[in-house]
């Protein structure tokens, strides 16, 4: 299946704590801390999960005029498995947060060449939530896509099962966007999780 790529930062709720990209160490960043407030309040609820998220609070090089959360599920681990995306939906939505934007469910391909055409079209046409060039103001095409195995999968097979596509181009900023970060506006009545 395809889902949409935002243009976020990785994050993981783990009953350990908000963790960025890295394991390292937990997040301390601004833009995590309204994450870090809802994770005190389910921590205790997570048990083996741990919840991948796009974290679309601080606007990264697009930023989007559709934007209903502040944070997005993409995936979710428990153990050593990568749950199915209708486990990943049922428990996105018990902890209340939306999943990232899907595009498509398909059979596996059996063509490569008509497979990257389909990815470069869909990544041509405008995104679910209306990107926008953060300095411009100007409408873009989506970031990118993830592809993945509907079913869940081990995470020694992760590589045999997620395929990600970033078109070219889409970072515009001359720094990194941590240096003059703004927060990322949310439409009215939204439900989302910002305290």
Not at 60 to 76: D, P, R, T
Not at 101 to 111: D, G, L
Not at 164 to 179: E, F, L, S
Request: charged share 25%; aromatic share 14%; proline share 4%.
């Amino acid at each position: 299946m395809h889902t949409e790529k935002l243009d976020g930062e990785n994050n993981c709720l783990s009953k350990y704590g908000v963790f960025a990209r890295s394991h390292a160490a937990p997040a301390v960043s601004p833009w995590t801390a309204s994450l870090r407030q809802f994770w005190q309040l389910v921590k205790k609820d997570l048990g083996s999960l741990e919840i991948f998220l796009e974290n679309l609070y601080a606007i990264h090089s697009i930023a989007y005029k559709n934007l209903e959360s502040h944070f997005y599920v993409f995936g979710i681990r428990q153990d050593n498995r990568w749950l199915s995306w209708e486990e990943t939906k049922f428990y996105a939505a018990i902890l209340d947060l939306p999943v990232v934007p899907e595009i498509a469910v398909f059979q596996t391909p059996e063509k490569q060449d008509l497979f990257e055409k389909e990815v470069l079209s869909i990544v041509s046409g405008p995104g679910t939530l209306a990107p926008y060039d953060a300095l411009t103001d100007l409408p873009v095409t989506m970031e990118g896509i993830v592809t993945r195995n509907a079913d869940g999968y081990d995470c020694t097979d992760f590589s045999n099962n997620v395929f990600k596509y970033v078109r070219k181009g889409h970072v515009k900023t001359d720094q990194h966007w941590t240096r003059n970060w703004k927060r990322a506006r949310l439409n009215e009545g939204g439900s989302y999780v910002d305290y």
